[in-house]
């Protein structure tokens, strides 16, 4: 059995080790552990995010679509998912895709404009 740094110890070791990279900006190496751990867990949402957010960091674009896509077809009404997916969609230049998912993203989060 070959195992590396990154895939030792429980879920919940694992967890904590890929947040003290995501906190210490190493997001690749925060990826390299969450990556694991959702195939593992892959229903739960939490660390589905955070490796989300790993891949943005680490301008891993299409890899963090992927999964902001995947929590938000679970969970549509996920706010923080969705302002991700369209600034995810916006730093890849997709503008006009992205302004639906941040003005959902909006409203969720209750910032209604005034009229």
């Known amino acids: 059995m070959n195992t590396t740094y ?7 070791e694992r967890w904590e080790r890929a947040r003290l990279f995501f906190d210490a900006k190493e997001y690749a190496a925060a990826a390299r552990v969450l990556a694991g751990l ?3 867990v892959p229903e739960q949402t939490g660390p589905r995010l955070l490796l ?4 943005y960091h ?3 674009l299409h890899r963090a679509e992927d999964e902001l ?3 938000v077809e679970r ?3 996920e706010h923080y998912a969705r302002l991700m997916l369209g600034r995810t969609l916006q730093r890849q230049g997709r503008h006009a895709e992205a302004e639906s ?3 959902i993203a909006s409203a969720l989060a209750g ?3 005034t009229v």
Do not use: C, K, M, W
């Open 6 to 12: 990154y895939d030792q110890g429980t879920a919940a």
């Open 75 to 77: 969970d549509p009404v």
């Open 38 to 40: 959702v195939e593992e």
């Open 111 to 113: 910032d209604f404009e």
């Open 58 to 60: 680490s301008a891993q």
């Open 52 to 55: 989300a957010r790993s891949y």
């Open 101 to 103: 998912h941040l003005r």
């Open 69 to 71: 896509r995947l929590i």
